[in-house]
């Protein structure tokens, strides 16, 4: 499957299996604009990928795409924190 081939790809942030003209949809965020570009090239050189449509991003406003481990609560915060072995933070008190 393509989504296999191209997991590899530099700078690769999301691959999405996805219904319409194009099976997939890719977003690579690279650091400059020879990156991206080299990203797009290999996607050409992945066998089975026909057709690329690169749309290059101008700006843009991220919002709940990350997750952000500040929003638990100390109940969740402790109960992860049992798997991983580590300790907890220590807290400043003024």
Same mark, same amino acid.
């Given at each position: 499957m393509h989504r296999d081939? $191209?997991? !590899?790809? @530099?700078?690769?942030? $999301?691959?999405?299996q996805i219904s319409g003209n #194009? @099976?997939? #949809?890719?977003?690579?965020q690279a650091p400059s604009e020879a990156a991206g570009s080299e990203a797009i090239d290999r996607?050409?050189?992945v066998?089975?990928? +026909? +057709?690329?449509? =690169?749309? @290059?991003?101008l700006s843009a406003l991220r919002r709940g795409i990350t997750w952000d481990p500040r929003f638990l609560s100390g109940t969740e915060r402790a109960e992860l924190l049992k798997f991983t !072995? =580590?300790?907890p933070e220590a807290t400043a008190v003024a």
């Open positions: 081939r $191209l997991r !590899d790809l @530099p700078h690769l942030q $999301l691959l999405a #194009y @099976p997939l #949809y890719a977003v690579v996607m050409f050189s066998a089975g990928v +026909r +057709r690329v449509n =690169a749309l @290059p991003a !072995d =580590a300790q």
